[in-house]
């Protein structure tokens, strides 16, 4: 006679005290622990030195950070994992300790409201930010896409293009590698004015600002610049409804030549929405953040490029769960 496997609520309790892991990791990163152990070992006395913090509250995070896997600890010493040595300790290849910012302290007050934005359907997160608050927004968003910003210069070929238009661009992180890869190519980054601020200064001091332009507005009031052969809308089409992004992509192909492509990167699902497990996630950060947020699947986005004069090409994997979805117009 079988038995029927146990059943326990661990994962419930798993799931549950996830805050608890998450603000530890927040505020490690703020206190500079990683930093701190970037040279090496390191005794509780010696992390005071370098952080600031008192020996017995830097216990804490020091063993939360242990039991979770991101830093070892050897007797009284510890020393970063190699997960935290290569993303946040600010001498690997890679740096997501602004991104951890960008989620502590912008994304993290409006996830207390989730339940206001379900019920509601009202966005929780104020989109008139200080000067401060658009930094911490724009360069946490750019340190989490910087892999599949990386890989799209190589994931589509931009050799047959001559103008690129980045709508949404933010702080123009993915059209700086596109332009790096493609020298004969130039663009232009349209959005917001608080983020175009962010923009200029960037592409002021990278040498390919000698082939961009950064345009402020908004692309549903004011006429989307034309004259572009190629179209990037890159992590835009889940901040919005999808009334509004058949509304973006009908504005968009009236203002491109025939023959001009669309890309869209974003976390594209399967027809559920439950995968990428992050992606259905996510879908609950944008509700919160605009009211209408969503995640949407490749299905849905066919229809809405066939509805608004465009022709699906094919789907290309950038990095993490972030797809491109390449499409062309149709005559």
Known sequence: MSTAPQVTPERIFQIASGFMAAKHLFVANEVGLFAGLSAGPATLDELVGRTGIARSRLRVLADA??????????????????????????????????????WDRLSYPTWLNFEEAIRTGRGQSSLQLSEEEERIFLEGVEAIQAGPATALPDAYDFSGHERILDLGGGSGSWLVAILQRYPKLRGTLFDLPEAAGVARPRFDEDPVGERAEVVAGDFFERPIPDGHDAVLIANV??????????????????????????LLADFWTDPTH?????????????????????????????????????????????????????????G
């Open 65 to 102: 950070m242990a039991a979770l896997g991101l830093v070892e600890r050897e007797g009284d010493r510890y020393e970063n994992g190699a997960v935290a040595t290569t993303f946040l300790s600010g001498e690997g290849p890679a740096d997501l300790r602004p991104f951890l910012k960008f």
């Open 237 to 262: 089409i889940h901040l919005f409804s999808a009334e509004h992004n058949l509304e973006l992509l009908k504005r968009t192909r009236e203002r491109v030549p025939d023959g001009a492509r669309l």
């Open 274 to 330: 439950t995968q990428p497990t992050l992606a259905a996630l996510m879908a609950g950060e944008f509700l919160s953040i605009t009211g209408e947020g969503d995640v949407y699947s490749q299905e849905e986005a066919n229809r809405w490029l066939a509805d608004t004069g465009w022709s699906a090409l094919e789907q290309k994997p950038l990095a993490g769960p972030i797809t491109v979805l390449v499409a062309e117009t149709r």
